[in-house]
């Protein structure tokens, strides 16, 4: 409310209109905003033609005045459920789909997002890296960044971090090639990316706050640490065939692998950082002795991440903080959680180096947490593989429960809330119908497969209902070494 009418009093200004025209007793309500724009044309019209007056008694030449229809479309009154096309629609509208040439053991990628907020907060980049050994063996690269209390630091993220550690990478690349150190290197260097971005976001905020910069700026400037963002950065070298992950905050990448007799094996190559991690709990406990209740329901001071880029009120000194709140309405923690001794949260990412066996079909599955709270990794690469097995072009489509036109009592949200597995992913409701894109195919499965009356009635609720039943969600899906599998 408050940023609403700081916007309308410099639009005002803005105007160059006396104060007192607008004085706080008028009402916001439509006529009278309608009323005022005919004010400000007539002043900006006046003082340009220089003819004092009033004009617009002038019977315009066209009459453009938009006649209200009354006719009520019956499209949007009775509107049935959301159509299966619809549905899908909505599932593939930000879906993506590459083959990939030139990099030695990667196949394919595919990906897709749904939003749930307003404006999504979730980001995402893929593509090849140009080698930082600068020789012409691209490597890939596949994030997401999952923003929580704004989109603005997981959009930067988007923008500055992949840059930043191609960097670094370069350093540590010329330095140690392929040679022993070369993990720990690379680790190093994707590491002192992330806390020096972090840093650069955070610590900055003070002489931001300080400087002359126009007030528009600093607000600008210190936005992306109001806000805070997970990162989760996977990339894959193809000349050592590592698959390098990095994780701050709780998107999850997970590794599919077939074994011999054709089942496939998850492994996850990230560990959620989150006020439920027993290691993140002691790590913060270790960082911060005497005070109790850091972490308390899984939240640190409020927070579900233990990590995260942002998030300046986890970071900042107490009074510096408090400035910020009075100065630039910087967010507060909430009531009750006290910030002593911060900060109590960090960008530093975990790393995980993985050898990609070239003799094994595998893949990774890398998704924000609103795809892992519906479903277990095993599920996901099961989801996957059994998508994988339906692109082979000589498997006649089996007659498989998977594709029946299954019936599910009415449905309604106690369902949920009575027994929350009812919400999650379950087998029986398994669909494929996604043949084009397995990150769409995930992502319509975690949300209701084939019970059309969930997954539609998911789909229909908008921002800011969406929100109780799906958060923003990111897939992206790389496949190794599955050509012909
Ligand atoms: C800290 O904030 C969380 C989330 O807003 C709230 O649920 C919790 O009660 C607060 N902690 C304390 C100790 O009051
Ligand atoms: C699948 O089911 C349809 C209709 O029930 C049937 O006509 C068809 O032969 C079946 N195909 C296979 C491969 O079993
Ligand atoms: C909750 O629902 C799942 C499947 O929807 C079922 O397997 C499970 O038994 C249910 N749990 C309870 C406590 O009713």
């Known amino acids: 409310m408050r940023s609403w009418r700081l916007a309308r009093t410099s639009m005002r200004r803005g105007f160059g209109l006396p104060a007192r025209r607008f004085s706080a007793k008028t009402k916001p309500n439509f006529s009278q905003t309608s009323s005022n724009g005919v004010r400000y044309t007539v002043i900006t019209a006046s003082a340009?033609?220089?003819?004092?007056?009033?004009?617009?008694?002038?019977?315009?030449?066209?009459?453009?005045?938009?006649?209200?229809?009354?006719?009520?479309?019956?499209?949007t009154l009775n509107k049935p459920d959301l159509s299966s096309d619809e549905i899908t629609q909505?599932?593939?509208?930000?879906?993506y789909s590459f083959l990939i040439k030139g990099v030695s053991g990667v196949d394919r990628y595919d990906g897709t997002q749904l939003a749930s907020n307003g404006i999504c907060e979730d980001r995402f980049i893929h593509g090849k890296l140009p080698s930082p050994r600068d020789d012409d063996k691209p490597w890939m690269a596949w994030a997401i960044f999952d923003g929580h209390a704004g989109w603005q630091t997981a959009d930067l993220l988007e923008k500055q971090l992949v840059p930043l550690v191609q960097q670094y990478l370069r350093q540590a690349t010329i330095a140690f090639g392929e040679q022993s150190g070369y993990k720990e290197a690379i680790q190093q260097a994707i590491t002192k990316a992330f806390v020096d971005l972090d840093s650069s976001i955070v610590e900055t905020?003070?002489?931001?706050?300080?400087?002359?910069?126009?007030?528009?700026?600093?607000m600008q400037k210190l936005l992306p640490a109001f806000a805070g963002s997970c990162a989760l950065l996977s990339l894959y070298d193809p000349v050592t065939s590592n698959l390098h992950v990095a994780c701050t905050g709780d998107s999850r990448a997970v590794l599919g692998q077939k074994n011999s007799d054709g089942t496939w094996t998850a492994t996850p190559l990230s560990i959620d950082q989150t006020g439920s991690n027993t290691d993140e709990i002691s790590r913060i406990q270790k960082e911060h002795p005497g005070e109790?209740?850091?972490?308390?329901?899984?939240?640190?001071?409020?927070?579900?991440v233990s990590r995260a880029f942002g998030d300046g009120r986890w970071k900042w000194p107490v009074e510096f903080q408090n400035d910020m709140i009075k100065k630039f309405e910087a967010p507060p923690l909430r009531p009750g959680n006290e910030s002593k001794t911060p900060p109590y949260i960090t960008a530093k990412?975990?790393?995980?180096?993985?050898?990609?066996?070239p003799e094994t079909p595998?893949?990774?599955?890398?998704?924000?947490?609103?795809?892992?709270?519906?479903?277990?990794?095993?599920?996901?690469?099961?989801?996957?593989?059994?998508?994988?097995?339906?692109?082979?072009?000589?498997?006649?489509?089996?007659?498989?429960?998977?594709?029946?036109?299954?019936?599910?009592?009415?449905?309604?949200?106690?369902?949920?809330?009575?027994?929350?597995?009812?919400?999650?992913?379950?087998?029986?409701?398994?669909?494929?119908?996604?043949?084009?894109?397995?990150?769409?195919h995930l992502l319509r499965n975690s949300l209701?497969?084939?019970?059309?009356?969930?997954?539609?009635?998911?789909?229909?609720?908008?921002?800011?209902?969406?929100?109780?039943?799906?958060?923003?969600?990111?897939v992206q899906v790389a496949f190794f070494n599955c050509e012909g599998v």
């Open 349 to 357: 990412p975990v790393v995980t180096s993985t050898v990609i066996d």
């Open 292 to 304: 109790e209740n850091i972490v308390k329901n899984g939240r640190v001071l409020g927070i579900m």
């Open 205 to 218: 905020a003070q002489e931001t706050a300080q400087s002359n910069l126009p007030f528009q700026e600093k």
């Open 448 to 474: 209701g497969g084939n019970h059309a009356e969930l997954i539609g009635g998911r789909l229909a609720a908008t921002y800011p209902y969406s929100r109780d039943l799906r958060d923003d969600i990111t």
């Open 90 to 95: 909505i599932l593939s509208q930000e879906a």
């Open 362 to 440: 595998s893949f990774v599955i890398i998704a924000s947490d609103g795809l892992w709270d519906m479903l277990t990794d095993q599920q996901a690469v099961t989801l996957v593989s059994t998508w994988l097995d339906s692109q082979t072009p000589f498997t006649t489509p089996s007659n498989s429960t998977t594709n029946h036109k299954p019936t599910y009592p009415p449905f309604d949200l106690s369902q949920i809330s009575h027994n929350s597995t009812t919400g999650r992913f379950s087998e029986e409701r398994t669909v494929l119908k996604d043949k084009e894109n397995v990150a769409v």
């Open 48 to 75: 340009i033609a220089g003819v004092g007056g009033i004009w617009w008694f002038t019977k315009p030449t066209r009459d453009t005045v938009p006649v209200i229809e009354l006719q009520a479309s019956k499209h």
